[in-house]
């Protein structure tokens, strides 16, 4: 075999070579075509059942924007309102302490002015019933005594003529 030979398999090996890269890359192309096709369905398929969700999501967005943008007015509100609300149970505790701790002193001076009282008034009574009622108790039973020494006394005579008269009557 000559080179010419040998040059003209050489040269036949990579023009069949060459031919079948062509039919190879040809097929190649049309598989990738074919995909692209797909692809290029599934996106229009994909893009028109989600065409309105993206316009429903974008409406619930706004939606919730707004309803964001109120409740952050809401919540400005709500803040003003603690702050508010805070502001007077401090001042109120504060007049609940001031007025607790007023009455609790004035009911310390109850306590002592009824405490001193309470004493005078025992003190007087002992008095009374030491320099009054006993001295009146004594003469009462003093009068009580002379009374019934009296009766006694006179009763005798007298019971002597009502005998006599009650004996009488008995004997008629």
């Known amino acids: 075999m000559s080179t010419e030979a040998a040059l003209l398999a050489i ?102 002015l009824v405490d001193t009282t309470s004493a005078r008034i025992d003190d007087t009574i002992h008095r009374v019933q030491r320099g009054i009622l006993a001295p009146m108790d004594e003469l009462s039973a003093l009068v009580r005594g002379l009374r019934v020494g009296f009766d006694f006394f006179f009763r005798a005579r007298k019971g002597q003529s009502r005998q006599a008269h009650q004996d009488e009557e008995m004997f008629i």
Do not use: C
């Open 11 to 112: 040269t036949a090996v990579v023009s069949a070579a060459l031919v079948f890269q062509v039919i190879a890359i040809w097929g190649i192309y049309r598989s990738i075509r074919g995909i692209s096709a797909r692809i290029d369905a599934l996106a229009a398929n994909v893009e028109r059942r989600l065409g309105p969700l993206t316009e429903r999501t974008l409406e619930v967005l706004a939606t919730a924007k707004a309803l964001g943008d109120h409740f952050k007015g809401i919540e400005e509100q709500i803040a003003a309102t603690t702050r508010l609300v805070h502001t007077r149970v401090a001042a109120i505790d504060a007049f609940m302490e001031e007025t607790t701790q007023s009455a609790r002193l004035q009911m310390a001076r109850v306590h002592e």
